[in-house]
């Protein structure tokens, strides 16, 4: 699948999941936004990205920030001349049991992941719309879109808000070609993942390798992490999938974890 000519913006791409996705559009053809709150992160990955002849700008955004968002995906279409794709991505895990959970982190959570993804949405939604050829827009959810797991109570009900979101966009955009989509990967080793071994270890008492085994990987068919590049691959290929064929859909790449 090919994204020549296309413009894609990531959020929270100057690590992780995000990071490799941008790293992959970019190899099949598009240009890309690396849209993150880190922003000496997202021009790091821009510039690596440009040393290999692709246009990529890093753009500092906080995506619970509405006017940071809209003057963010402004700038990624005057600087890129349009935005195709959307990949809401930028995320944060913090764990507590429900009845230990501030009410600070639970909506900072919310926050990220579901005001982040309707705002980021609804910004390049007016300029496809405006442009009118269409366009495709990716939320990044989780394995916890579809199944709980305990600690989790904020993650897990953002990641199952993500579909909603998704199904609404994708009857919605229907009539101008924009589709609407969900990834939902199993376990990866990010940042994001590294942090919540040594957390639940501690939360339930167990070692760190119990937690990777154990808790972690229990339930996969094979015991082993999902990688950035499989993530990636559906990344590219639901930004590639031209067709409303294909739309309000969640994608597993789990390793079996949860099965549809
Ligand atoms: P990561 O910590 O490596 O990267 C997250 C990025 O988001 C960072 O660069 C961070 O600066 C950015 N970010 C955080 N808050 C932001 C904000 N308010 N505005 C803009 N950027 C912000 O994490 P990751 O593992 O790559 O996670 C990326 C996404 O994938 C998240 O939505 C996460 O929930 C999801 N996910 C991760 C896994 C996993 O196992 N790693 C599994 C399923 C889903």
């Not at 619970?64 to 600087?79: L, R, S």
Request: proline share 2%.
């Amino acid at each position: 699948m090919r994204l020549d000519g296309k413009v894609a913006i990531v959020t929270g791409a100057a690590s992780g999941i995000g990071k490799r996705i941008a790293e992959v559009y970019a190899q099949h053809g598009a240009a890309v936004a690396i849209a993150d709150l880190n922003l000496a992160g997202a021009q790091a990955v821009a510039r690596e990205l440009a040393a290999q002849g692709v246009r990529a700008i890093g753009i500092a955004m906080d995506v619970t920030d509405e006017a940071a968002v809209d003057a963010g995906v402004d700038a990624v279409v005057q600087q890129l001349g349009a935005v195709d794709i959307l990949v809401s991505n930028a995320g944060i895990q913090i764990v507590d049991p429900v009845e230990k959970f501030s009410y600070a982190d639970w909506k900072k959570l919310l926050a990220i992941h579901l005001d982040g993804a309707f705002l980021t949405t609804r910004a390049c939604l007016r300029h496809m719309y405006a442009r009118g050829k269409g366009g495709a827009i990716i939320y990044m959810g989780s394995v916890h879109s579809k199944l709980a797991s305990p600690l989790k109570a904020p993650y897990v009900t953002a990641k199952h808000g993500l579909l909603g979101l998704a199904r609404v966009v994708a009857k919605e955009g229907a009539a101008h070609g924009v589709r609407a989509n969900v990834i939902c990967p199993g376990f990866v080793r990010t940042p994001l993942v590294e942090k919540q071994i040594p957390e639940q270890a501690k939360e339930f008492g167990i070692s760190e390798a119990e937690v990777v085994k154990n808790i972690m990987l229990k339930d996969t068919v094979d015991g082993e992490f999902t990688t950035l590049d499989d993530v990636a691959a559906c990344a590219l290929f639901f930004a590639g999938f031209e067709t409303n064929a294909l739309t309000g859909q969640s994608m597993v790449v789990s390793h079996g974890w949860y099965m549809e």
